[in-house]
């Protein structure tokens, strides 16, 4: 079975600077997605960027981008010049193409603080 | 609608009460997805539909625990005789097909407390 392991509970950054949270992952397939959801406390989980494996490429979407190791089965999230805003949980998230492919598999999160 | 929509927003209940959360999915999305968060972890899957059908059910932790979809749209988790072990956020996601390339949209979630 896929499993996601976020290792680092906690992180906290100054308002400005650069902050990257850690993922790994576990699977024997050689297609799948990568996500990396945003949890404010408002409970909704909104999607931050997503990478497919078969890309070589980083994915980035403004300040944030990823750095994707495919034989390390890593997956970093990095937030560029940090705002009050990105304050909260980070959760790093699989889907296979084939087995389970209809569900996600998330690690257990990340709480980010932003230090003014 | 525009986003996912879940009700009630919070539920508290006392044990051994019966309790039922409703998703409403955006509209056209096939694919729909619970999962339950407890306090401060990650989040565990319970149950996938593809349109009325449940394929993927190896989520539910008990027999306690049933869900429904209807005319491919809302959905019913139903929780029986709750367990104070039950309380948690619970999280509605749709999706357009279900494939591994389209990406989750989650609703607000019902937070649930049994008391």
């Known amino acids: 079975a896929q499993t996601v392991t976020q290792s680092q509970p906690e992180m906290s950054v100054q308002e400005a600077e650069t902050v990257t949270l850690s993922c790994t992952y576990d699977?024997?397939?050689?297609?799948?997605?990568l996500f990396w959801y945003k949890q404010p406390p408002s409970r909704q989980m909104i999607l931050v960027i997503r990478?497919?494996?078969?890309?070589?490429q980083n994915a980035t979407e403004n300040r944030f981008s990823v750095n994707f190791q495919k034989a390390a089965k890593s997956f970093s999230l990095k937030i560029s010049d940090s705002q009050l805003g990105d304050a909260a949980m980070y959760f790093c998230a699989y889907r296979g193409s084939i087995q389970g492919a209809q569900k996600l598999v998330f690690g257990q999160g990340t709480r980010l603080t932003i230090n003014p | 609608g525009a986003g996912v929509s879940q009700s009630p927003s919070n539920k508290v209940t006392e044990k051994g009460k019966d309790v039922e959360l409703r998703c409403d999915p955006i509209s056209g999305h096939t694919a729909l997805y619970w999962y339950r968060q407890s306090l401060g972890q990650g989040l565990e899957f319970l149950i996938y539909?593809?349109?009325?059908?449940?394929?993927?059910k190896s989520g539910l932790p008990s027999d306690r625990f049933s869900a429904e979809r209807t005319g491919g749209s809302v959905s019913t988790l139903t929780i029986q005789r709750t367990q104070q072990e039950d309380s948690a956020v619970y999280l509605c996601?749709?999706?357009?097909?279900?494939?591994?390339?389209?990406?989750?949209?989650f609703g607000n979630g019902t937070r649930l407390t049994v008391t």
């Open positions: 996601a749709s999706s357009y097909r279900g494939f591994y390339n389209s990406p989750l949209h």
């Open positions: 539909f593809q349109g009325n059908s449940a394929p993927d």
């Open positions: 990478q497919e494996a078969y890309k070589q």
């Open positions: 699977t024997s397939e050689s297609d799948y997605y």
